[in-house]
């Protein structure tokens, strides 16, 4: 295995487990300050000025919604989903010392809310800043396997 | 009294004044009724004009549980299409939207025209000499009729013309609507969130136009943007100069309308917006289009925030309809909109806007998703059924239309949709 997986690898598992951890501050932090998050609604590929998206976010949205969902009043979140992801199918386009990266991956995220077990999927596309000897999320866009589908309750993010 | 699955159902004693019995939410011969009485014979919305632009565009929509097909013709006609094959009623179009040439019926082959007429019926032979096929064309709704684009159907032949029944206070709040758009037309072509819930359908009609509980359930909400301009709005607040209003026939909104012309930060966007090269033409468009008065007008009142009963709500940027199930399921489909003749950057403004709230990965919406979830759980109890619809009975007024008004947080919305809802399921007619 090579160097530049091992890391990228260990990132998007660190990514995960902050979010199943429901710890959105540290998981927004991960993100470059210039960003974009991007979760498509109804297909995968349009322009975004022009189609609704499920997210549509820079860094300040995502902090705002990371912080929404700390407060402990947006009630579709209480009580929390427990969650865990299932990372894998890690495409890597670049090579170790380039600047930016691109990394393909599947997820599966089950979660119970309420006593009740739902599973997400999807495949997610990023672009990997380095810093620090390990990275920024520059992009990510994440393309639910529900993505055209009416969701009972989907306010965690992904 | 009337009749439900031979059962006699007392709507009296389930909807008074002031409260309405928890049954009305959870029981199965109640909602087979409303699906005849209200799904069919009443004006039902199906989607908007905008939506299948070009012939041989289509889309899929439903007449309460009934699938049906909303179609545009080569001739660029649009119809209401049962989605049934009128041979053996196998369903003839699977995808939720799209383009085509026709409906082809896979089971036998049967192939029907984007406006309804069977064209061709394979092995035609075996039906002998006096078959004629001009009487199996797809069926359709007996009326279908529109106001600015939004399209309605009724499977009654009689009763009230959509103009009675959108009347004209009701109309005034969708113009405002689309008097955005400085061409007067909005396009609901910008895709669709959808959101699902175990709870009965009128709790999202109910909750549309409810001005009680944003500053509850949405707290979260307003104390993000709290963090980002400093302070909460006072919209909903129990001193609020906003109303909740009964437009009559079980159509209400939430009208901010002396609030929003009375707030100087409306007023303070409105003016940066000018600052803008994109938002002076915007304004200028606007004030072309429908005069100084009104275009200043409608944006301060910024649009509106309305349910046309039962299952069209038009609210900030967005068209939403209400798909009903089963009495504990239910599916929202919300489509925001884009203004016909508006600069991209005043466009793509109202989707990002719309997504922050409305969007499932969004602040708002999901949390009253939820709050259905617990009402639907709490309805479970029996030993005290009623639901209490009494705020502000005392102080409601009724103005020269016959519109009766409350305080935004007062419950006249409700009552109005529950009083309209009583009428249509005691109404004597032969189902």
């Known amino acids: 295995m090579s160097a530049l997986r091992d890391k990228v690898e260990n990132f998007l598992y660190k990514e995960a487990r902050l979010m199943d951890e429901n710890r959105y501050l540290e998981w927004a932090g991960l993100y470059a300050d210039e960003c974009l998050y991007w979760i498509p609604c109804n297909e995968e590929d349009y322009d975004p000025a022009k189609h609704v998206s499920m997210l549509y976010a820079d860094n300040n949205l995502l902090k705002s919604h990371a912080l929404r969902l700390n407060e402990g009043k947006a009630f579709a979140q209480q009580p929390k989903s427990r969650m865990r992801r299932i990372v894998s199918n890690i495409e890597i386009d670049g090579d170790e010392g380039d600047e930016e990266i691109g990394v393909f991956a599947n997820f599966t995220v089950t979660e119970i809310r309420k006593h009740e077990q739902r599973v997400h999927s999807g495949r997610s596309e990023y672009k990997l800043v380095s810093e620090n000897g390990s990275f920024r999320i520059k992009y990510k866009k994440i393309n639910l396997v529900s993505i055209d589908e009416a969701q009972d309750n989907v306010t965690f993010l992904l | ?431």
């Not at chain 2, 009253?368 to 759980?377: K, W, Y």
Request: proline share 4%.
């Open chain 2, 1 to 431: 009294m009337a009749t439900g699955n031979g059962r006699l159902i007392d709507y009296d004693a389930l909807v008074r004044e002031d409260a309405v019995h928890g049954d009305v939410y959870l029981r199965q011969d109640i909602f087979d009724e409303e699906m005849k009485r209200i799904y069919q014979r009443g004006w039902v919305y199906i989607g908007h004009q905008s939506e299948i632009p070009d012939p041989g565009d289509f889309k899929r929509s439903w007449l309460g549980l009934q699938p049906v097909i909303f179609s545009r013709d080569k001739a660029g006609k649009y119809h209401v299409l049962f989605n049934r094959c009128t041979h053996r009623a196998a369903s003839i179009c699977q995808e939720d939207w799209g383009n085509t040439t026709g409906f082809r019926c896979e089971y036998h082959g049967w192939l029907f025209r984007t406006d309804g007429e069977l064209a061709a019926v394979p092995y035609a032979d075996a039906y002998g000499d006096n078959f004629d096929k001009s009487r199996l064309n797809l069926r359709r709704p007996p009326r279908v009729d529109e106001y600015r684009g939004f399209v309605f159907a009724s499977m009654s032949e009689t009763g009230l013309s959509l103009t009675e029944h959108i009347s004209g206070p009701a109309r005034e709040q969708i113009d405002y609507f689309c008097d955005l758009s400085p061409e007067g037309e909005i396009l609901v072509q910008c895709g669709a969130t959808k959101l699902a819930y175990d709870g009965n359908w009128k709790l999202q009609m109910e909750n549309t136009i409810d001005g009680y509980h944003p500053n509850f359930t949405h707290q979260s909400f307003f104390s993000s943007i709290e963090r980002i301009t400093g302070s909460k709005p006072g919209i909903f607040k129990g001193d609020s100069l906003s109303e909740v209003r009964d437009l009559g026939m079980g159509h209400t909104n939430i009208d901010t309308r002396a609030y929003n012309r009375a707030d100087p930060a409306v007023k303070a966007r409105l003016d940066m917006m000018q600052q803008t090269s994109w938002g002076k033409k915007y304004y200028d468009d606007l004030v072309e289009a429908h005069g100084k008065e009104r275009a200043e007008d409608v944006l301060t009142v910024g649009g509106t925030h309305m349910n046309i009963f039962p299952n069209l709500c038009v609210l900030g940027q967005q068209v939403r309809t209400i798909r009903p199930i089963s009495p504990d399921r239910t599916e929202v489909f919300l489509r925001p909109s884009l203004l016909k003749g508006a600069p991209d950057e005043i466009n793509t403004m109202r989707i990002r806007q719309y997504e922050a709230f409305y969007s499932p990965h969004g602040g708002g919406i999901h949390d009253d998703v939820e709050m259905f979830n617990r009402v639907s759980e709490g309805l479970r109890c029996t030993i005290d059924p009623w639901l209490i619809f009494q705020r502000g009975l005392h102080r409601e007024t009724v103005d020269e239309d016959g519109v009766r008004i409350g305080q935004c947080t007062d419950e006249t919305s409700q009552r109005g949709q529950w009083r309209h809802w009583k009428t249509v399921m005691q109404e004597e007619i032969n189902l």
